[in-house]
């Protein structure tokens, strides 16, 4: 079983939708929880942060952290088609940052 | 700044052929790490490297891999003898690896090998 799993997708939703995107974890020791959002035929840029259990919020999108169920999700609301991407969650334990597990991204497409 | 810079971008070679992957890291980033992607098994960390040591290299898939960081500006990734299952596209990516800033790693724009 991976350390992290994550629904490859792909999803489709309508341009105005709000997606909803998720990964669930085993490893109780992940302290701190990443989005990363990678365009077709790119690298995977940073999106959002974490640490610990909560919500954070930035503009449209939305994350959160239940540590005591091991799942974190993604909101973006208001989709748009510059959305479209594969969306990777990543996590790190308590020593910090430096080394990050991936779940195997979920493929959106929002369709105007 | 240019971003981290990957070459080539593609690289198409025949079974037993030695493959050299180049990275050059964002400038005054002290962490380098090597990625492996596929449809199947997703972003996987091969090795990384502070201060151009290597610190874990548990995902190097076998001997057959090999990376160097010579300076704090160049590394390389080797495949010698290169096999199909190594067609994959490789990422590089730095960091500053102090604080909040650790987990924000810059990705170059990857090199898609395949080896035929």
């Known amino acids: 079983q991976k350390e992290v799993e994550q629904d490859p997708g792909p999803l489709s939703v309508p341009e105005g939708a709000i997606v909803s995107l998720n990964c669930t974890y085993s490893?109780?020791?992940?302290?701190?929880f990443m989005w990363y959002r990678q365009y077709s035929r790119k690298g995977p840029e940073l999106l959002m942060y974490?640490?610990?259990?909560g919500n954070k919020e930035d503009g449209r999108f939305t994350a959160q952290v239940d540590k005591s169920s091991k799942y974190i999700s993604l909101f973006i609301r208001d989709s748009q088609p510059s959305d479209s991407a594969t969306y990777l969650c990543?996590?790190?334990?308590?020593?910090?940052?430096?080394?990050?597990?991936f779940g195997t991204g979920t493929q959106l497409k929002v369709e105007l | 700044d240019a971003g981290v810079i990957q070459s080539p971008r593609h690289e198409v070679t025949e079974m037993g052929q030695e493959v050299t992957l180049r990275c050059k890291p964002i400038?005054?980033?002290?962490?380098l790490f090597w990625y492996r992607q596929t449809m199947m098994r997703g972003l996987e960390l091969l090795i990384y490297?502070?201060?151009?040591?290597?610190?874990?290299d548990s995902g190097m898939p076998e001997d057959r891999f090999s990376a160097k960081m010579p300076n704090a500006s160049f590394s390389t990734l080797k495949i010698q003898p290169s096999e199909p299952r190594d067609s994959a596209v490789y990422f590089c990516a730095s960091s500053l690896g102090r604080g909040r800033w650790s987990y924000e790693q810059y990705f170059g724009p990857g090199t898609r090998l395949t080896v035929t």
């Open positions: 400038s005054g980033h002290d962490y």
């Open positions: 974490t640490y610990s259990s």
């Open positions: 990543a996590m790190s334990g308590a020593g910090g940052g430096n080394k990050l597990t």
């Open positions: 490893n109780s020791a992940f302290q701190y």
């Open positions: 490297f502070n201060n151009n040591v290597p610190i874990d």
